[in-house]
């Protein structure tokens, strides 16, 4: 099995970083505008990235200021992530938060694979630029 690891350093407070993947607000803002989500573990979120890319992710896990844990259950576009496992761990000294992330259980690397490891570099980076700026670059206003 594969794994995409990525780290991203972010100057503000853990629990900014834990809202902005959480909450509805944060993740229109980071990731794309068309979700339906709710931080309750069990729950199953829904992005959806055009007519036909939509990703449903279920909530396994929630740790408030630490950790955040997906499950993907469907992926029309990317079938191949379905049954991986996308995890944000936080660790935040004196006002910087570490964002460990990964995005595990990959049954072989391929092309959807190396393209996404680019895009979740790309998230993190939106990620840092909400949490840090107060605006970040959902896939709705990319242009790279």
Not at 19 to 43: H, I, Q
Not at 73 to 100: C, H, M, Q, R
Request: net charge negative.
């Amino acid at each position: 099995m594969a794994s995409i690891e990525q780290l991203q350093k972010i100057n503000t407070p853990a629990h900014l970083v834990y809202l902005a993947l959480t909450t509805k607000e944060g993740l229109s803002e980071v990731w794309t505008k068309d979700l339906k989500v709710e931080a309750v573990v069990g729950k199953v979120n829904e992005f959806r990235f055009g007519p036909n890319d939509t990703a449903k992710m279920k909530v396994i896990e929630l740790v408030a200021d630490k950790r955040v844990s997906w499950e993907c259950v469907y992926a029309d576009a990317d079938p191949e992530w379905i049954g991986t496992t996308i995890t944000f761990e936080l660790t935040e000294s004196n006002g910087t938060t570490k964002v460990d992330f990964s995005h595990a259980q990959w049954k072989a690397v391929t092309s959807c694979y190396k393209y996404c490891n680019y895009n979740w570099a790309m998230f993190l980076l939106s990620l840092k630029q909400y949490c840090e700026l107060g605006k970040g670059t959902p896939y709705q206003e990319r242009t790279f």
